[in-house]
């Protein structure tokens, strides 16, 4: 197989081409190879993940990131270069444009491919999100706060996913900048026949931001009213008052809260009282409970280490890391969806709130174990590299539960099964990402089949 080398303006062309099969297909290789990750399924040839390093240019100040992985499907490199954040406020130091390249081998060690990376990391990372997107019941209005290539790609994979339910999307931006305008033409100037087979012919796009003099009550409705929210900045303060959805109002309704523009411990996109929210454990509904949408009693986060690590919100608010489940744990449910059934549902309805009190993890263990087995997994490793070889990253029955036993301790799993996906369905779900290498590796290395199928991008032979 030749090298084969791809520029961002290929990996855009494809990455907006894609049937909603093929874009069926990259959530379920990296929703496979998240859950493979988390709960280290496939130890003996699991994915490693080694903690990223960082180099710092003397002369130019460019601060340069190695972000590595390995796995069945072959290794990557993920290199990124950036002025440095501190050296960008002296004005005698020459501005430097982000750039990078995202090197893949297969499994031999030989040349798969050159990416460019930039939509391919926006791409990967809304694509993750996409896998909780999924589960969601009611995707009818959007809120995104961004307008760079993250934000753009959260809203378009829920277009293709959810465009026949989607009605509104409003983008909230700090300025009415050419890069807030450029993305709302770019959904603009989508073809006719893509929007009509993705459903959102209809849908209006609107764009807010602190300069315009209603805001502060445009605000407050957008994100009441928003099914989803979307924060896709690189703010290092709160992007909106979180009494708008941890009051009694704002909790009436479920919403899937995704949180990826923050990835450094001095940045935080949500509210501390939203993050709490979402951690608290209800020992005992109050009689307003049965009004509010459930709570799961966890943050979903993409991967534990570096959230802890990474993420501000985590770390200002001094959440528990047994109140952190990792996505990986979670995807490979949509399996349920096949099994569920309205009876399922309605019989479940009574003992939904203490099985999503279970989620609080009591045991005092960072997994979803505990939620279907009453014997206490493992605590994660926490280990320097960050790989997952030791057996303290498994969560061996999480997703074999089911049984034909018909026993009583498989009618209450299946009871806290029906419970997880009611909350993942209705729920309110806060989801965190600070990146992951695998990420980059499975959906590089998929991105890199299609291409050659499609006969996109240059070919190297005998590189």
Not at 32 to 41: D, P
Not at 56 to 79: D, F, I, R, W
């Amino acid at each position: 197989m030749p090298l084969t080398i791809l520029s961002d303006d290929q990996v855009n062309a494809i990455f907006e081409g894609l049937t909603p099969d093929e874009l069926d297909e990259f959530r379920s290789v990296l929703s496979e190879a998240l859950h493979e990750f988390s709960t280290n399924v496939k130890a003996e040839e699991g994915f490693q993940q080694p903690r990223g390093v960082t180099t710092l240019h003397a002369e130019t100040q460019v601060k340069t990131s190695y972000l590595s992985s390995c796995g069945p499907c072959g290794m990557g490199c993920k290199v990124v270069s950036r002025l440095n954040p501190e050296a960008s406020k002296d004005p005698k130091v020459k501005h430097i444009n982000p750039n990078g390249v995202l090197t893949l081998f297969k499994p031999d060690g030989s040349p798969l491919g050159l990416v460019h990376p930039s939509a391919l990391t926006a791409f990967r990372t809304a694509l993750a999100s996409a896998c909780l997107l999924n589960r969601r019941n009611h995707v009818k209005t959007i809120t995104v706060f961004g307008s760079g290539m993250q934000a753009y790609w959260h809203v378009r994979l829920a277009l293709m996913m959810r465009g026949s339910t989607i009605k509104h999307v409003n983008v909230i931006n700090r300025s009415f900048s050419s890069n807030a305008t450029g993305m709302l033409k770019k959904f603009g100037v989508i073809p006719q026949h893509i929007k009509q087979r993705e459903g959102w012919t209809e849908a209006q796009f609107g764009l807010l931001t602190p300069s315009f003099h209603e805001y502060n009550r445009l605000i407050k409705d957008q994100i009441r009213d928003a099914d989803v929210i979307y924060c896709c900045t690189p703010s290092q303060e709160d992007l909106f008052d979180g009494s708008l959805l941890t009051s009694h109002e704002g909790r009436k309704k479920g919403r899937l809260i995704v949180a990826v523009g923050s990835h450094a411990p001095n940045m935080r996109e949500l509210p501390d009282d939203l993050i709490q929210m979402a951690v608290k454990h209800h020992d005992k509904p109050h009689r307003h409970f049965h009004k509010h949408a459930k709570d799961g009693g966890v943050i979903i986060v993409d991967n534990l280490e570096g959230v802890l690590k990474e993420a501000g919100e985590i770390i200002m608010g001094k959440v528990d890391p047994h109140h952190l489940v990792e996505l990986g744990e979670l995807v490979m449910l949509h399996r349920l969806a096949l099994e569920e059934s309205d009876t399922d549902v309605a019989s479940s309805q009574a003992s939904i709130s203490s099985d999503l009190d279970q989620l609080d993890v009591n045991d005092r263990v960072p997994s979803m174990s505990t939620v279907f087995n009453k014997t206490p997994g493992s605590p994660r490793s926490s280990s320097p590299t960050g790989s997952n070889g030791s057996d303290s990253r498994k969560s061996s029955s999480l997703f074999h539960f089911r049984k034909n036993s018909g026993s009583s301790s498989d009618t209450e799993r299946k009871k806290k099964e029906d419970g997880l996906s009611l909350w993942l369905r209705d729920g309110t779900v806060v989801y965190k990402s600070v990146g992951l290498g695998l990420m980059d590796l499975v959906v590089g290395v998929h991105l890199i089949q299609i291409a050659n199928e499609k006969k996109i991008g240059t070919h190297v032979e005998g590189f």
